[in-house]
């Protein structure tokens, strides 16, 4: 198994050390045809906005595109949550382009400026039911984006409580007075949409594998139902195939 790490700017080194620590092989993508060589694709965390002026000037974005419509697992750490999601607000004038796939909105910078980057353990039952280990995970968060709602398909798989006096909306996040504030409610950071997994903190950062050993889990599971379903369509010799011939999986080159 190889796995792509988008390599345009952020902590792409920081992922492939963790997956060469799972024995498993990273490599740097920063060109369209080169995602024809890997597997799986992460898009690290980092700052979302200059990662998008470069996706955008090495026309990456159909091909990402292609290859999150083409089923590939897709994991999006922090501003990679941002390049995966279908909405977001509180972008900086202009907006950024998003690749998408993702039925969620997504606060850019809801957590704050990076002075107001933090470390928390967060609950992720999920998580530790499949990979083990304790039953909360150290979530670095810089600069991070929360998910403000999310579609019927979308799995949660992690929360954060938001403090009583910081409240929501899909534009803005609006602090009021603590003499009117609302009960203590949570904001989503971590999910999961058939091949795409997000999270808004940085397991890259930290030495706990687990996330990254879902990842590969979800990988081969994906793998594998892909694998069953060609062999369905397997046609003997001398047999002629009812129906129209199926999609080839491989995905175009991009110029």
Same mark, same amino acid.
């Given at each position: 198994?190889?796995?792509?790490?988008?390599?345009?700017?952020?902590?792409?080194?920081? #992922?492939?050390?963790?997956?060469?620590?799972?024995?498993?092989?990273?490599?740097?993508?920063?060109?369209?045809?080169?995602?024809?060589?890997?597997?799986?694709?992460?898009?690290? %965390? %980092?700052?979302?906005?200059?990662?998008?002026?470069?996706?955008?000037?090495?026309?990456?974005?159909?091909?990402?595109?292609?290859?999150?419509?083409?089923?590939?697992?897709?994991?999006?750490?922090?501003? %990679?949550?941002?390049?995966?999601?279908?909405?977001?607000?509180? &972008?900086?004038?202009?907006?950024?382009?998003?690749?998408?796939?993702?039925?969620?909105?997504?606060?850019?910078?809801?957590?704050?400026?990076?002075?107001?980057?933090?470390?928390?353990?967060?609950?992720?039952? &999920?998580?530790?039911? &499949?990979? %083990?280990?304790?039953?909360?995970?150290?979530?670095?968060?810089?600069?991070?984006?929360?998910?403000?709602?999310?579609?019927?398909? !979308?799995?949660?798989?992690?929360?954060?409580?938001?403090?009583?006096?910081?409240?929501?909306?899909?534009?803005?996040?609006?602090?009021?007075? =603590? =003499?009117?504030?609302?009960?203590?409610?949570?904001?989503?950071?971590?999910?999961?949409?058939?091949?795409?997994? @997000?999270?808004?903190? #940085?397991?890259?950062?930290? @030495?706990?594998?687990?996330?990254?050993?879902?990842?590969?889990?979800?990988?081969?599971?994906?793998?594998?139902?892909?694998?069953?379903?060609?062999?369905?369509?397997? !046609?003997?010799?001398? =047999?002629?195939?009812?129906?129209?011939?199926?999609?080839?999986?491989?995905?175009?080159?991009? &110029?």
């Amino acid at each position: 198994m190889t796995v792509g790490v988008l390599a345009l700017q952020g902590s792409f080194n920081e #992922h492939i050390a963790a997956l060469r620590r799972l024995g498993v092989q990273g490599v740097e993508i920063r060109k369209a045809d080169q995602l024809l060589t890997v597997s799986s694709l992460i898009i690290p %965390g %980092g700052e979302s906005t200059t990662m998008a002026k470069l996706a955008e000037y090495h026309n990456l974005f159909p091909a990402l595109r292609e290859f999150v419509k083409m089923g590939k697992p897709v994991w999006g750490t922090c501003a %990679g949550l941002i390049f995966l999601a279908d909405r977001a607000v509180g &972008q900086k004038e202009g907006g950024q382009e998003l690749v998408g796939g993702l039925d969620c909105t997504v606060h850019r910078n809801f957590f704050g400026s990076q002075i107001q980057s933090f470390e928390a353990d967060i609950s992720v039952p &999920q998580l530790t039911s &499949q990979e %083990g280990g304790p039953e909360t995970y150290r979530g670095v968060f810089i600069r991070a984006p929360a998910v403000l709602d999310v579609g019927p398909d !979308v799995e949660v798989l992690a929360d954060y409580p938001v403090p009583s006096n910081k409240v929501l909306y899909s534009s803005s996040t609006v602090q009021i007075q =603590e =003499e009117d504030a609302l009960p203590e409610t949570k904001v989503i950071v971590a999910v999961k949409q058939g091949n795409l997994l @997000a999270t808004a903190f #940085h397991p890259e950062l930290t @030495a706990d594998t687990r996330w990254h050993s879902y990842f590969i889990k979800m990988t081969k599971e994906i793998e594998q139902g892909a694998s069953s379903s060609s062999s369905n369509t397997i !046609v003997s010799v001398g =047999e002629t195939s009812a129906g129209p011939e199926p999609a080839k999986p491989d995905l175009p080159i991009f &110029q």
